[in-house]
């Protein structure tokens, strides 16, 4: 039923997406080449300024990048009518006064276009950086299951946010960052600082807990308490238990590493499991279900209690959270791809059916490395997510929904 | 009921759906031991001083020693021990502004600490520390890239004790130290940027990959530093290897200078400049890439490769007999042309194969070319007294910024200039002209840019490298840990 449900819905998300994509495909190369276009005669004003003047110029053009042909048939346009628009006289035969030869190279980072110009036995070389134009990504074929928004961007990590209508905080390394909603735009209040004895562990995570104006921050061996009016925040070692989601798993989190140590309080206090990445839980009808993600790598199903797993599966990412949905079971668990961190990620829905683990959504790509998924929202209906783009080096805030209504 | 059916053929389909995708999300685990072989072999730790392979050095230098800044693989320049700095007066006025961390000792690094690293490799700079955390800098010219130029290995913050031993402030301590051996590095606890994951990290020096993989030893290993002729024999029996960009520069170098420097007692004379041009015009880059290199770097006549500047193609070179045998003539009517003596790192089998190939092409156009293996001609001061015309040494591309890459290139080339520094370049054409100028009188002819090759043992993860080749190990983990 579930497999039925999925293949419908990518064929009508395939039907819906593919005109989409060449639009937005034609629309990409329009804005490359006019933008091409506009570098094109600021070249030219360069090569005029640096190996000018001169009042007629024979130009010859050599290719080396990859600088498809069309979009070069396009710079050479530009190049030409800039030179005539400077005055200069395009010869097509030798004796003309100067002689530009100009070559469309490349470096690892973007293209190069290079310019040497012979005039009166002197030579003259003129380079001009190009980033490349944007690809346009052809528009994959969203399932629809998993829906995501974009909350925030910024260079400096994040570590987990809190976002209502009023109100977006971003939990950093250093501070808690509160901005109210402005004319529509996010506007910084004020930052409360965060105090730390010990340096903080690498693959630093933490969690943020917005209650009214009450600020709660778990970092690694430390707990911050304080208000956002007024602004306050107080932090001191602790080794209290941390949220893992909306109140279903509470755990203990090593103060100098990354991960849980496995003893749990909250409601499953006493109880210990392997130490864990993350954890997924939720309740339908009696049953009481958690996946936890080893940091051995293998992710354990727990059900009805947690003296022993279920079932182990391996090949799962270390990053989970569980989201409420309307479809379904009613559950799933969004999880992340297993490998290393050096590109970009993907997230897919699971749901877990008596003993066994379904994928029931297509994966989602994420512009970069998943920093941290965390369960959120009143009724766990979204869940939060930060990653880092390995392009840009920012961080970006981010919240995943599953969605069955298509 | 069905008990314990896993995996069961769901699971297994998600597990292959995951493991198809080549996504990002396996936190870092701590613990455990990473094993690394090194080819080469280096007799001190000191990123300031000359050794005979420096760039292994630097390697593991990396992770006991911490810089001002560090360049990620996109080529951006980050804060490492400085947490800010600015420039005035035209970038002649740099002021640094330091974290609070420690040194593994327990001291806390200082701006003092900072001044006395600088000042032993920075000529003609004025280092001074402004207070505990503030250092300035200030140089006779403009340097635009100063943070760029500070993430250099030589730039290492290093304190030295009064028994000579070194403390540095990175993320691993020194644990067993035999030169030339084997170097054993333990997690530093109290790193500023926090713990690394391994417990440990060990190099083991000299290995030969070969003899490892014949005796199927390879096992304990994490990962392995290759030459390029032993990829193939390793990518046909599906082994993860990892290849960087051609960057590391294979250049053929003239020891003496035409005019000898003041005080120069080396009773060998410059090889006539018209000598040198005809060997370049005689050297067949293409053979040696193809077959020597096995097509795995590109044909060099530029010291910095295409990749990185877009602009090498300009730089004349390329294999031209016919005008290196007219050369050679004109040169043999005006002076007495001597065999010329080559050395190559005799340490290294390929160097050995490309020397013997350019002597080759030298007899071509009619020069003697005598090469000979050597154990330091990677060091630049034991160079100065070597009885060679010539060397030909291996150099890494040590920056991603094409000023500072050349900058360096020619400080280990001993070609430094003050009057025509590459760090005073504003421009890309700048670059471009200092680096002809460089190459101009024959005394530096590149021969190829050839990558950088590693294996991976499965069982070791974000093992990241910058397309020079340079290693990124901070977020290293091994499996097997804790």
Known sequence: MLKTAFQKGLFFALCLSLPLASAQTQAAQTNGQSSLAAVASDFVRQIIARAGPFSAASISFQNISVLPPDLQETVQNAIFTGFRNAGIRIANSDPAPAHVDITFSEDWQGYLWIATVQ???????????????????????????????????????????????????????????????????????????????????????????????????????????????????????????????????????????????????????????????????????????????????????????????????????????????????????????????????????????????????????????????????????????????????????????????? | MKLLRFPSIAAVSLLLALAATAG??????????????????????????????????????????????????????????????????????????????????????????????????????????????????????????????????????????????????????????????????????????????????????????????????????????????QLRSLEQSNQSLQLSRPSDLLVLLFLHPDLPAAGSRSARKPVDPRVREALSDAINRDAINNVILQKRGTPATGILPQWLTGYEFLLPGGMNLARAKELRAEAAGLVIIHPIALAYDYSDPMAKLVAERIAVDAREAGIVMQPYGEPHVGNSSARAGMDADAVLVRLPLESLQPAVALAAALDDMGLADPASAPLNATRLEDVFELEGKALQDFRVIPIAHVPQAMWLNSTVHNWLESPNGAWSLDQLWTEGGR
């Not at chain 2, 800010?84 to 003092?112: C, H, I, K, M």
Request: hydrophobic fraction near 40%; glycine fraction near 8%.
């Open chain 1, 119 to 406: 005039q009166n036995g002197r030579k003259k070389v003129v380079m001009q950086k190009v980033p490349r134009p944007e690809h346009a990504v052809a528009a994959r074929a969203p399932m629809l299951t998993i829906r995501k928004d974009t909350v925030w961007q910024q260079d400096s990590p994040i570590l987990d946010f809190f976002e209502d209508s009023h109100t977006l905080a971003l939990l950093e390394p250093d501070q808690v960052s509160i901005y109210s909603r402005d004319s529509g735009q996010w506007r910084l209040r004020y930052e409360l600082g965060i105090t730390h004895t010990h340096p903080w562990p690498r693959d630093l995570r933490g969690r943020l807990q917005i209650n009214g104006l009450q600020v709660t921050v778990f970092l690694p061996g430390t707990r911050c308490n304080g208000s956002m009016s007024p602004p306050a925040l107080d932090c001191h070692g602790s080794d209290d238990p941390w949220p893992v989601d909306e109140g279903n798993v509470v755990a203990f989190y090593s103060p100098r590493r990354n991960f849980f140590t496995g003893l749990l309080s909250g409601p499953s206090a006493g109880a210990s499991v392997v130490p864990f990445f993350s954890a997924a839980a939720w309740q339908t009808g009696d049953t009481h279900q958690w996946l936890f993600s080893g940091t051995d790598g293998r992710t354990r199903l727990y059900q009805y209690d947690l003296s022993a797993p279920a079932a182990i599966f391996n090949g799962w990412g270390s990053n989970m959270a569980a989201v409420h949905s309307s479809c379904g079971s009613g559950w799933q668990a969004l999880v992340s791809a297993p490998n290393d961190s050096v590109k970009a990620d993907q997230v897919q829905a699971v749901e877990v059916l008596g003993r066994e683990a379904l994928p029931v959504s297509a994966t989602i790509d994420l512009a970069g490395t998943v920093q941290a998924l965390w369960t959120a929202g009143k009724n766990s209906e979204v869940v939060n997510g930060v990653l880092q783009s390995p392009a840009t080096g920012k961080y970006e805030a981010f919240t995943l929904s599953v969605n069955c209504s298509r």
């Open chain 2, 24 to 229: 990002a999300s396996s936190r870092p685990r701590y613990g455990g031991t990473v094993r690394i072989l090194l080819q080469e072999r280096f007799n001190s730790l000191d990123p300031l001083a000359d050794d005979d392979h420096p760039a292994a050095r630097d390697r593991v230098a990396a992770l006991l020693f911490d810089t001002l800044t560090e360049m990620d693989a996109q080529g951006r320049v980050h804060p490492r021990l400085a947490s800010s700095w600015r420039a005035e007066q035209g970038d002649r006025v740099w002021y640094f502004n330091l974290r609070l961390a420690n040194f593994q000792d327990g001291t806390v690094v200082t701006a003092p600490d900072v001044v006395a690293s600088l000042t032993r490799k920075s000529q003609g700079w004025t280092v001074t520390a402004l207070d505990q955390q503030t250092v300035r800098i200030e140089v006779p010219a403009a340097i635009p890239y100063m943070p760029e130029l500070l993430a250099l290995r030589r730039f290492s913050i290093v304190k030295r004790n009064s028994d000579n031993t070194l403390v540095g402030s990175g993320p691993y301590r020194l644990a067993e130290w035999q030169p030339g051996q084997r170097v054993l590095l333990s997690a530093n606890d109290d790193y500023w940027g926090g713990r690394p994951y391994p417990d440990s990290i060990e190099f083991q020096m000299g290995a030969s990959l070969r003899d490892q993989l014949l005796e199927r030893q390879l096992g304990p290993y994490s990962a392995a530093d290759l030459t390029v002729d």
